[in-house]
């Protein structure tokens, strides 16, 4: 079965820190990665996807994830985070050919302060 | 553009009623996959439906059911409802069955509180 885990539940970080979220996954085949991004009051959205080729893959608004395959991890990075990126963040996975099941890691509430 | 609209947006229901929630895709979009987040935890999948076939079902008791009409708008259906069916349930769409080939879009979701 597959699973999901993301080791941060709440973070806080000051406007210009640097941000990574850990995302580590099971599953016994090829995967492909996501990380969904749900801003307050608004519905979940795609931040970014990995499906083959270079495991460094950039999304909207600065973010970025490495494939590690070796890890089975997916990681969220940005550089500088901005107020704007207050949400919650998801990382979720499927199997190559998995349809749209994906499989949802629990959130990490991320809280920008000024 | 509309995005993926959900019906209702709140309801309150009792134990051991019935709810049909209802979701219409993004225009042009043929896949709709269903999806129940409780509080605190990430969405879990509940049904994937491609043109109008159900093509996955996760692990969920049959008292959850799902449809998808030919104009590709879907329903999902609980019967004899429990406390622990308390959730926010999502719908997303996507043009194509895989997410190989493109991404999901959601709904701002319909939150079900059942007394």
């Known amino acids: 079965a597959q699973s999901v885990s993301q080791h941060n539940h709440h973070v806080i970080l000051s406007e210009a820190a640097s941000l990574e979220l850990g995302c580590n996954y099971s599953?016994?085949?090829?995967?492909?990665l996501f990380w969904y991004v749900q801003y307050p009051g608004q519905h979940l959205q795609l931040l970014l996807k990995y499906f083959s080729g270079d495991p460094l893959v950039k999304g909207i608004k600065g973010f970025e994830a490495e494939f590690i395959k070796s890890k089975f991890s997916f990681n969220l990075r940005k550089p500088s985070v901005q107020w704007s990126d207050t949400a919650e963040y998801f990382c979720a996975v499927n199997g190559k050919g998995g349809g749209n099941k994906l499989t949802f890691g629990t959130g990490t509430q991320l809280k920008v302060e000024l | 553009d509309a995005g993926v609209t959900q019906s209702p947006t709140h309801l309150i229901k009792t134990r051991g009623q019935h709810v049909t929630l209802r979701c219409s895709p993004i225009?042009?979009?043929?896949?709709v996959s269903w999806y129940q987040q409780v509080l605190g935890q990430g969405p879990q999948f509940i049904f994937q439906y491609y043109e109008k076939e159900e093509r996955g079902r996760g692990n969920f008791p049959d008292r959850f059911s799902a449809r998808q009409f030919p104009n590709y708008s879907s329903e999902l259906n609980v019967n004899a409802l429990l406390l622990g069916d308390s959730a926010l349930y999502l719908c997303a769409s996507s043009l194509v069955g895989t997410t190989n080939t493109g991404e999901l879009f959601f709904g701002e979701g319909s939150r079900l509180t059942v007394l």
């Open positions: 225009s042009g979009h043929k896949s």
């Open positions: 599953y016994g085949g090829t995967v492909n």
